[in-house]
């Protein structure tokens, strides 16, 4: 059986999440890739920013860094160009990460440096008070949309491979093997990876939505998510109202850091 403690830190429990929320599924998903591959603790430098989800970080028992709002991949990009030994991995949120982050996102995907970026999208603000986040379903309740939102929403993983990722993929909650194996892939792949997973919010986007129970959100999971390989055999219109889940980009691009490292050896030598 896996040994969850010798990663976590005890005195920090109990966590801060609410009952149902799927953030709990992702951190022990996490810690069992991280262990399949073998890395050391004192090798991975978790980075967050503000959110239900950046609260991960203060739970695992290795080098960790509690940022500023929308700033994890910043500060993360920022630790991997200084020590490109380490594996850097950002823990961010739907609004985290392409919100106030949006412009961080996509140029570190741009520059293809070597970040694993897992992004728990909730399709809300959770902790903050329930406002419309990028990822916020047109027609839903948010506390800044009494009313239902009206404004298109965006796909992280599609955004990721616009602008350049190296590895992008797509899981839930419900998924726990897929989700590992995914992960574990993210950081094992040279260049800037990202994994977005889909991570019910009961209370802040459930509540008001009458999505039901937690059970209810994950069973709807369950049933409108298919695999990319199975969606390549779809027609267009069996895949409305679904949602492509697994490995959807898996392509070499030169890394930055390296990159960066060739530069100085020229300059050094006066080339």
């Not at 966590?15 to 262990?35: E, M, N, P, T």
């Not at 709002?69 to 609004?95: C, Q, S, W």
Request: glycine share 10%; hydrophobic share 40%; with cysteine.
């Amino acid at each position: 059986m896996f040994e969850y403690e010798k990663y976590i830190r005890k005195n920090k429990f109990p966590l801060v999440w609410c009952s149902g929320c799927g953030d709990g599924i992702v951190l022990k998903a996490l810690l069992r890739a991280i262990d399949s591959i073998g890395l050391e603790k004192e090798n991975v430098c978790m980075v967050s920013g503000i959110g239900c989800s950046s609260r991960l970080t203060g739970y695992v028992d290795c080098n960790t860094l509690h940022t500023t709002h929308g700033r994890a991949i910043t500060f993360a990009t920022g630790i991997k160009m200084a020590k490109p030994e380490l594996n850097v991995i950002v823990i961010t949120g739907d609004g985290d990460a392409t919100a106030i982050g949006g412009n961080h996102y996509i140029h570190a995907a741009r520059r293809n440096i070597d970040l694993t970026v897992i992004i728990f999208n909730n399709f809300i603000y959770g902790m903050t008070g329930g406002q419309v986040s990028p990822t916020t379903p047109v027609g839903m309740l948010a506390s800044t949309a009494p009313f239902g939102n009206m404004e298109n929403t965006f796909n992280i993983s599609g955004l990721a491979q616009a602008a350049g990722a190296s590895f992008v993929a797509r899981g839930t909650v419900y998924h726990t093997v897929m989700l590992e194996k995914l992960i574990k892939k993210a950081i094992l792949k040279n260049g800037f990876s990202v994994v977005e997973v889909l991570s019910p919010c009961p209370t802040a986007f459930g509540r008001r939505n009458k999505s039901g129970t937690i059970i209810d959100m994950m069973n709807e999971q369950k049933d409108n998510c298919v695999t990319s390989a199975r969606a390549e055999r779809m027609s267009e219109r069996e895949l409305e109202g679904k949602t492509v889940i697994g490995e959807l980009v898996n392509i070499d691009r030169p890394e930055c850091s390296k990159q960066y490292r060739k530069l100085i050896e020229r300059c050094r030598s006066g080339l």
